[in-house]
T-cell receptor, first 117, second 112 residues
Framework: AQKITQTQPGMFVQEKEAVTLDCTYD???????LFWYKQPSSGEMIFLIY??????QNATEGRYSLNFQKARKSANLVISASQLGDSAMYFC??????????????FGKGTMLLVSP | SQTIHQWPATLVQPVGSPLSLECTVE??????LYWYRQAAGRGLQLLFY??????ISSEVPQNLSASRPQDRQFILSSKKLLLSDSGFYLC???????????FGPGTRLTVL
């Protein structure tokens, strides 16, 4: 069974500072994928970034980067130069082996990020 | 480009009434489709997924059901709503690869 743990219920950061949101995972699969989603107060889940278990480079998407440490089973999200619009709930998620045809995601409980001026 | 629609956006229903939530995807064919529920302040719980027309897999037993009458249409139903069915319902579709799920805007259901 897969498990995602997000230990930070809430995080506070000042505008323009960097922030790291923690995510650890547990799986017996050798092939898996890790995702981060943002959920603003409107409720929509917005895909941010993806990291495959065999990817050698850490994934980056604009101001988002994923600090992937496979041996430690961690996949932390780093947001550089925080903006007020980054205030939202952030979820880490994992899927099993790709190509199975019915890939499902397991989500963590989320971290609420508040960015102050 | 692909888009995913859900309706209604909000719904208030009495206990014991029926439910029908609809999700449609545009711009792709034969997608995997998913229904999730999010209770207030909680993470996402997978309810159903579908890999094709008429093919539904249930993740948790409950008084909800799902159907996929067309390739890009996914419907969540209930014959009699319970108070515990209140929540935020999200539909998602999945690309291959890397099996990324993209979510619709959601339906906020309140059962009174």
């Amino acid at each position: 069974a897969q498990k995602i743990t997000q230990t930070q219920p809430g995080m506070f950061v000042q505008e323009k500072e960097a922030v790291t949101l923690d995510c650890t995972y547990d799986t017996s699969d050798q092939s898996y994928g890790l995702f981060w989603y943002k959920q603003p107060s409107s409720g929509e889940m917005i895909f941010l970034i993806y990291q495959g278990s065999y990817d050698e480079q850490n994934a980056t998407e604009g101001r988002y980067s994923l600090n992937f440490q496979k041996a430690r089973k961690s996949a932390n999200l780093v947001i550089s130069a925080s903006q007020l619009g980054d205030s939202a709930m952030y979820f880490c998620a994992m899927r099993g082996p790709s190509g199975v045809g019915y890939s499902t995601l397991t989500f963590g409980k989320g971290t609420m990020l508040l960015v102050s001026p | 480009s692909q888009t995913i629609h859900q309706w209604p956006a909000t719904l208030v229903q009495p206990v014991g009434s029926p439910l029908s939530l609809e999700c449609t995807v545009e711009g792709t064919s034969n997608p995997n489709l998913y229904w999730y529920r999010q209770a207030a302040g909680r993470g996402l719980q997978l309810l159903f997924y579908s890999v094709g027309i008429g093919q539904i897999s249930s993740e948790v037993p409950q008084n909800l059901s799902a159907s996929r009458p067309q390739d890009r249409q996914f419907i969540l139903s209930s014959k009699k709503l319970l108070l515990s069915d209140s929540g935020f319902y999200l539909c998602a579709w999945m690309t291959r690869p890397p099996d990324t799920q993209y979510f619709g805007p959601g339906t906020r259901l309140t059962v009174l």
